[in-house]
Antibody, heavy 124, light 107 residues
Framework: QVTLKESGPVLVRPTETLTLSCTVS??????????VTWIRQPPGKALEWLAH???????SPSTSLKSRITISKDTSNSQVVLTMTNMDPVDTATYYC????????????????WGLGTLVTVSS | DIQMTQSPSTLSASVGDTVTITCRAS??????LNWYQQRPGKAPNLLIY???FLQSGVPSRFSGSGSGTDFSLTIHSLQPEDFATYYC?????????FGQGTKVEIK
């Protein structure tokens, strides 16, 4: 059974760094067909893709947040970690991690399993 | 970055209706387009991948089509559980993007 679970602080002060962990089970972060992505959703707004990472550590962050985001994985602990620096109230959102499945040698990607999400509030 | 534009933003329909949501990419993305459904307070759920492939377990009343820049998601015979928000997502470039969402509400 594939599961993903986000964990981290519920409240962050402005200018602080956010660190979120995604603990996965039911699949391996070493699998060439799998990856993990982070997506966020401000209250009442649309989904926003943040970053993704694959088994070979190939990763990509969002252009608009590239200077603030780092994504990494700890295969031994089955975790993918997202850090976001210089947090601002506009970063208040539910943060989701999701499994990526890729097919056909990496030509097709989709997120087929999602965590429940974790609401992070940025406030002083 | 590739911009994804969905229309309409909101759609009012009745149980049993057939509805279509469109998604337009700012450049050609071949068929690297996914559709997700999100119910209130829940995580998104994959419906369609690669523009037209139905994810396992998703009812056959959902279908997707399109290629290049224009795509559509059609829901045949709307059921009560289909009233939700739908998002398209492109995975053509290494920088993925979502559309702004289409809310399907009860008329």
């Amino acid at each position: 059974q594939v599961t993903l679970k986000e964990s981290g602080p519920v409240l962050v002060r402005p200018t602080e760094t956010l660190t979120l962990s995604c603990t996965v089970s039911g699949f391996s972060l070493n699998s060439a067909r799998m990856g993990v992505t982070w997506i966020r959703q401000p209250p009442g707004k649309a989904l926003e893709w943040l970053a993704h990472i694959f088994s070979n550590d190939e990763s990509s962050p969002s252009t608009s947040l590239k200077s603030r985001i780092t994504i990494s994985k700890d295969t031994s602990n089955s975790q993918v970690v997202l850090t976001m620096t210089n947090m601002d109230p506009v970063d208040t959102a539910t943060y989701y991690c999701a499994r990526i499945t890729r097919l056909y040698g990496g030509a097709v990607y989709y997120s087929d399993y999602w965590g429940l999400g974790t609401l992070v509030t940025v406030s002083s | 970055d590739i911009q994804m534009t969905q229309s309409p933003s909101t759609l009012s329909a009745s149980v049993g209706d057939t509805v279509t949501i469109t998604c337009r990419a700012s450049q050609s993305i071949s068929t690297f387009l996914n559709w997700y459904q999100q119910r209130p307070g829940k995580a998104p759920n994959l419906l369609i991948y690669a523009a037209s492939f139905l994810q396992s377990g998703v009812p056959s009343r959902f279908s997707g089509s399109g290629s290049g820049t224009d795509f559509s998601l059609t829901i045949h015979s709307l059921q009560p559980e289909d009233f939700a928000t739908y998002y398209c997502q492109q995975t053509y470039s290494t920088l993925w993007t979502f559309g702004q969402g289409t809310k399907v509400e009860i008329k």
